[in-house]
């Protein structure tokens, strides 16, 4: 196995800048791109702030920040070197790993508590502190006494809303998450976690009623767009249990984790709801936990009364969160353990045989069996191994783009967010050959080649946008989406699917969003379309890993095509997307 070095979204070009006032060592790594000129600033700015001015501990301040960019939560100094790709001009100036550990540990800014050394780990302080609170939360509400339950209620309840055979994971996983407070659901897509969290909230409702009460419920997701999906998800499950269960949990909402917590508009990291002001809900649902970051598992454990159930549903083979952290992996191995809080649903319910077949061999890693699946000649699953796929990805790509067009002008919003997912074509980058910029350009280009409309303007009917920065006053979030649709007086308005429901905005008042005829996998965790367009860039690509590539597999509901090649697969399938953090550590020791 291979480790990838670099794995987060590319970063944003503004950084590249050199640090103009850097010098030595710094300057060096700076100039070799492997320092951005913010990684060297915050180095400096400690070092004269805690009295350091020690080259090789202002180095490791800088790669700390820079590990906190590309996701990890902490430094590894011992491995530093080895998760830098050596630039073309020659070696760095690495120092030596032991004399380097030392100087740091001894370090003022160690003795200050800006650093933190612990288990052979660097932490810049924040997540340091961050990483210590979310174990310690997590302890203290294992360490609480149970929560009284009414097991012989409970037993029939779970032979009532699972009574079919074949439910024996769900069975069990609503038990450990009745009788504990914390309980870890994961499972792939279609292992029926969200049949588990219907028929738990009906138990745990009945419970309540035990003592004439009635839970309140949070239902919440990291993106508006896995918040509205957990909400109809909910729903749709709910209906088909039986009809005192279904009305237990008639009606419940979903909010986007930001919203759940209370988002101000002063601070991006702090919320309404802390230890000091907790959420009022007996029972808090969070869908989508591997897109948590360690900052706002902090947030949310916070906020969670202890005496409330907390849920954390998720997936843990996907992409981690874009901020620092892997706290559902780390979860789910920090926890692991006959009697822990982890269930896990293994059995996948639904009936795309080869989709499932090629995200498991992804999972296990077995780049073999992904290439059998691969060029198996499915329905599901085709592979597009052409030196140049663009004639062969026009027809449906255009295709696609025409149906949303087509709704657009017939100014039907909701038809034309129906059209977009129905296809998602996915890249790894945002720029290159496979990246998201190019395809825009390109899908704009078939358009107005099918069309005669040169689509001069920015915003056109039928432009598909995602959102990219959370706009409260506005009420939308990073990762919905929207369409642009012709309005009934002939002017373009833009239609977001917001946690809430559609949003009419006039185009001219939304800053914050991009073209969305492709998008990154990083981007689309957290939402699915029938057919998913995969583009995987070549294998010598930083950002080729399993975890990216199953979940873009993952995105697909029944049909997933990948464009690459037998190279870039195996790459992809055997690189890993491994992130340091003392999590999983932390919670075992
Ligand atoms: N034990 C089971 N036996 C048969 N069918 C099941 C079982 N559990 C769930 N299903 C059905 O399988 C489908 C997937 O279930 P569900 O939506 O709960 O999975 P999920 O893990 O939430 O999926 P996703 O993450 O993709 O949304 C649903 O149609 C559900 O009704």
């Known amino acids: ?82 998760s830098v790709p050596p630039p073309e001009g020659g070696a760095l100036p690495w120092p030596d790993a032991e004399a380097w550990a030392e100087a740091v540990t001894a370090s003022p800014l160690v003795a200050a508590g800006a650093l933190r050394w612990e288990h052979d780990l660097l932490y810049l302080d924040r997540y340091w502190q961050q990483e210590v609170q979310v174990c310690a939360d997590l302890v203290a509400r294992r360490a609480l006494a149970p929560p009284p339950v009414d097991v012989a209620v409970l037993d029939t309840g779970i032979g009532r809303v699972f009574p079919d055979h074949g439910y024996d994971e769900q069975r069990s996983a609503v038990r450990r998450a009745v009788l504990g407070w914390t309980t870890v659901l994961t499972g792939g897509p279609g292992t029926g976690k969200t049949t588990t969290v219907a028929g738990l909230l009906a138990l745990l409702a009945e419970q309540a009623e035990l003592t004439g009460g009635r839970p309140r419920v949070a239902l919440a997701a990291p993106t508006g767009k896995a918040a509205a999906r957990l909400q109809e998800a909910v729903r749709t499950e709910a209906a088909r249990l039986p009809a005192a269960d279904s009305a237990r949990i008639a009606g419940l909402e979903a909010s986007t984790l930001h919203r759940l917590l209370g988002s101000r508009r002063d601070n991006g990291t702090r919320f309404r709801h802390h230890r000091g002001n907790r959420l009022p809900h007996d029972v808090v649902v969070v869908d989508e936990t591997s897109m948590v ?70 999972q296990r890693g077995d780049a073999d069996a992904a290439l059998v699946e691969l060029a198996a000649g499915s329905d599901e699953v085709l592979f597009l191994t052409d030196e140049d796929p663009t004639p062969a990805l026009r027809v449906p790509v255009l295709d696609a783009a025409l149906a949303i067009r087509e709704a657009a002008l017939a100014g039907d919003a909701r038809a034309a967010l129906d059209a977009l997912d129905r296809h998602r074509l ?86 914050d969003v991009e073209t969305m005829h492709a998008m ?61 953090t003392g999590l999983r550590h932390r919670l075992q020791s």
Request: charge should be negative; charged fraction near 25%; hydrophobic fraction near 45%.
């Open 1 to 82: 196995m291979t480790l990838a070095p670099e794995t987060t979204v590319p970063r944003d070009p503004q950084d590249r800048r050199l640090a103009l006032r850097a010098t030595g060592v710094l300057r060096t790594f700076n100039d070799a791109d492997v320092l951005t000129a913010a990684d060297v600033h915050v180095a400096t700015r400690l070092g004269a702030l805690g009295g350091e001015g020690q080259e090789q501990v202002l180095l490791a301040v800088a790669l700390a920040t820079r590990a906190v960019r590309l996701g990890s939560v902490c430094l590894d100094l011992a491995t530093a070197e080895g």
């Open 293 to 362: 970051s360690l900052t706002m598992m902090a947030r949310l454990l916070e906020a969670v009364r202890p005496d409330a159930r907390l849920l954390l549903v998720g997936d843990p083979d996907q992409l981690a969160s874009v901020d620092a952290g892997a706290v559902l992996a780390d979860l789910v191995s920090g926890l692991a353990g006959d009697d822990g809080p982890v269930a896990a649903l293994r059995t996948n319910h639904r009936s795309q045989a080869h989709i499932i077949a090629l995200a498991e061999a992804l």
């Open 426 to 511: 996915l890249c790894a980058h945002r720029d290159g050959p496979f990246g998201v910029r190019r395809w825009n350009r390109l899908v704009e280009e078939w358009i107005t080649e099918a069309t005669g409309d040169p689509l001069w303007d920015l915003w056109y009917p039928g432009r598909p946008v995602l959102v990219t920065a959370n706009d409260y006053g506005l009420g939308v979030h990073n990762g919905d989406v929207g369409v642009t649709v012709v309005g009934p007086d002939g002017r373009l308005r833009v239609y977001v699917d917001g946690a809430t429901g559609l949003l009419e905005f006039a185009p001219t008042r939304l800053d």
């Open 520 to 580: 990154t996998i990083h981007k689309a965790q957290g939402s699915q379309a029938d057919e998913v367009t995969v583009l995987l860039p070549g294998e010598d690509s930083r950002l080729l890993t399993r975890e990216l590539f199953y979940t873009a597999v993952t995105r697909a509901r029944s049909t997933v095509r990948v464009v690459g090649t037998e190279e870039s697969v195996r790459a992809a399938t055997e690189r890993r997307a491994l992130r340091a």
